[in-house]
């Protein structure tokens, strides 16, 4: 499967938490090893659990090497003083991420992306940018009027 299908799926996960993850988007997330995904999730109702902490929990040792397609940039903070998706996906040792969208918030916006790359993983984004602001349309326009 190419990117645009893991993405793909990535953005079909999200889909049925629009309305119910509170102020957090519905994020979907597809880990990939080997061209098989490994594990997805999605942000759950209130906003908690994330989309990334799920599907690393449910990798587990497999995602170490692995993609992770997210639908938006993986936090860089958590208001729960637990782990961020970022440092997350660092700890579980993903090679690649790509992020659909960056986060729109002034002060979160690149961080996560920043985090990433300092980490020595490859980051790309954009891919299906289109698709997963329209999805979370509320969130991205609160902050895009910042």
Same mark, same amino acid.
């Given at each position: 499967m190419s990117d645009a299908a893991h993405m793909q799926r990535a953005l079909a996960l999200a889909a049925p938490g629009m309305g119910v993850t509170g102020a957090n988007p519905s994020v979907g997330c597809?880990?990939?090893?080997?061209?098989? @995904?490994?594990?997805?999730?999605? @942000?759950?109702?209130?906003?908690?659990?994330?989309?990334? %902490?799920?599907?690393?929990?449910? /990798?587990?040792?497999?995602?170490?090497? /692995?993609?992770?397609?997210? @639908?938006?940039?993986?936090?860089?903070?958590?208001? @729960?003083?637990?782990?961020?998706?970022?440092?997350l996906l660092i700890n579980a040792g993903v090679r690649r991420v790509v992020v659909a969208a960056r986060d729109p918030h002034p002060l979160a916006g690149g961080v996560g992306l920043d985090r990433l790359r300092r980490a020595g993983i490859e980051? %790309?984004?954009?891919?299906? /940018?289109?698709?997963?602001?329209?999805?979370?349309?509320?969130?991205?326009?609160?902050?895009?009027?910042?």
């Open positions: 597809v880990l990939v090893k080997d061209g098989a @995904t490994i594990a997805e999730a999605a @942000t759950q109702a209130g906003g908690r659990p994330h989309a990334e %902490e799920q599907a690393v929990a449910l /990798a587990g040792a497999r995602a170490q090497g /692995a993609t992770a397609y997210v @639908t938006v940039e993986p936090c860089a903070l958590r208001s @729960t003083g637990a782990l961020s998706c970022a440092d980051v %790309e984004v954009g891919l299906m /940018a289109d698709e997963a602001r329209a999805q979370n349309v509320a969130f991205f326009s609160q902050w895009d009027k910042a």
